[in-house]
């Protein structure tokens, strides 16, 4: 169920402490990559710090990382029985997100952290997450249209939702390649609640990793997240040659990810795993398989699935063209997220189809991710395998690759 609103979280953690300084990340794409950096920057400086990111990729406490490492299924069983143990005494009724959310502070104040990199789960104003007391940096990252029944059918009622997350007197650092309308909403905003804005440069990061396969959007977030850390540690070690090797050894699964499948399909080439589900991340995945793809000439090879609800007609019309293969599936239950659901295979190939997609070079695997994986590398050949359409969709491909 999602109801968004403060009133049942701020009840929950009443009891929980917030004992560590919170960098809190809003956004519709890049804020997920933008945590992880900033949690890797933090631990490779010597300095505790605890992550909470949505949604899980494989267990559902592997969304609660410390010091880098996911917390252990007992640690995050024992919080969440007491949380739930809570709910349940003083009758709060909270949503699961709020449970999960309330979660993951209790194991922050139990680890004793110094900082938390927090994800926002959907929006900010109203999000649990934003029941965080101590803020020490916001960030708003890359805005698009995405979740409009919930945020707004604008750019701009979607970016005073996200602004929702700054403080008085509390530093935010905003992505300067957001829409001009999305800048100026987010701008009143900072103005009206006293919080001063920060645009990072990504003219010197750029320069540092020029050759290392980054892509601009990665640039973006990768600047983002050092000005976040600047700003929250002014003590700690800023520089590139600091930096960079952490930057170049971390790994977001699910985000331009090549996989290794052999496992599941015999198929002895990487795919490309990709978590892409709005048109704004749709265009950067197109873009990147058109400039590493495509430019070898000859059709892709697609593993297709989506939440229902979602734009498909405006993210397909993006990334395919008519002599690409495409198989479409149903990904798998998502632990402690029922409301979510999976979207017809067979009408992702309806959308396929009018994109110029014949049947012929269409499969509909229904609920078998694992025979949609191998339909599409047994036509694909010697040509590229690209899965996407889901963060939930690349869960369900990790898991199986973790059982094989």
């Not at 699935?305 to 007609?313: H, N």
């Not at 025979?371 to 590229?384: F, I, P, T, V």
Request: proline share 4%; aromatic share 6%.
């Amino acid at each position: 169920m999602i109801d968004l609103g403060l009133a049942r979280i701020s009840r929950l953690l009443q009891h929980t402490p917030q004992t560590w300084k919170a960098i809190h990340v809003a956004g519709t794409n890049g804020k997920g990559s933008i945590c992880a950096l900033l949690s890797a920057m933090l631990t490779a400086s010597g300095v505790s710090c605890a992550r909470f990111t949505s949604p899980h990729l494989i267990d559902r406490w592997d969304c609660i990382t410390v010091n880098e490492q996911p917390v252990s299924e007992a640690v995050f069983r024992h919080a969440e029985d007491l949380v739930k143990q809570r709910d349940h005494d003083e009758r709060i009724g909270a949503t699961e997100f709020e449970l999960l959310a309330a979660t993951a502070f209790e194991i922050f104040h139990r680890q004793r952290v110094d900082f938390g990199v927090v994800e926002v789960g959907l929006g900010g104003k109203l999000d649990a997450t934003n029941a965080m007391a101590d803020k020490s940096v916001t960030v708003i990252a890359k805005i698009g249209l995405d979740h409009q029944s919930f945020l707004g059918n604008t750019l701009e009622e979607i970016a005073l939702q996200k602004a929702g997350i700054m403080r008085a007197g509390v530093p935010c650092v905003v992505d300067g390649s957001n829409h001009p309308s999305v800048l100026k909403a987010v701008e009143a905003h900072a103005k009206a609640v006293g919080a001063e804005l920060h645009y990072p440069s990504t003219a010197s990061l750029a320069e540092a990793f020029s050759g290392e396969g980054y892509e601009p959007h990665q640039i973006q977030n990768l600047a983002c997240a050092h000005l976040a850390f600047r700003l929250a540690c002014p003590d700690a070690d800023h520089s590139m040659g600091h930096l960079l090797p952490i930057v170049k050894q971390l790994q977001w699964p699910g985000r331009l990810q090549r996989l290794d499948i052999q496992k599941i399909t015999g198929r002895q080439q990487e795919a490309l795993l990709d978590g892409a589900h709005n048109t704004q991340s749709a265009e950067v995945l197109a873009a990147y398989v058109q400039k590493h793809f495509r430019s070898e000439g000859g059709p892709v090879a697609w593993v297709l699935a989506a939440s229902q609800g979602k734009d498909m007609d405006s993210i397909l019309s993006l990334v395919l063209q008519p002599d690409d293969l495409v198989a479409t599936v149903r990904f798998g239950p998502v632990d402690g997220m029922p409301w979510v659901r999976a979207a017809d295979p067979a009408e992702l190939l309806q959308v396929a189809a009018r994109q110029g997609i014949k049947a012929t070079r269409s499969h509909n695997a229904g609920d078998d991710v694992k025979a949609a994986l191998k339909w599409a590398s047994e036509n694909a050949g010697d040509r590229h395998v690209v899965i996407a359409g889901s963060l939930y969709l690349v869960s369900s491909v990790l898991r199986l690759l973790r059982e094989s």
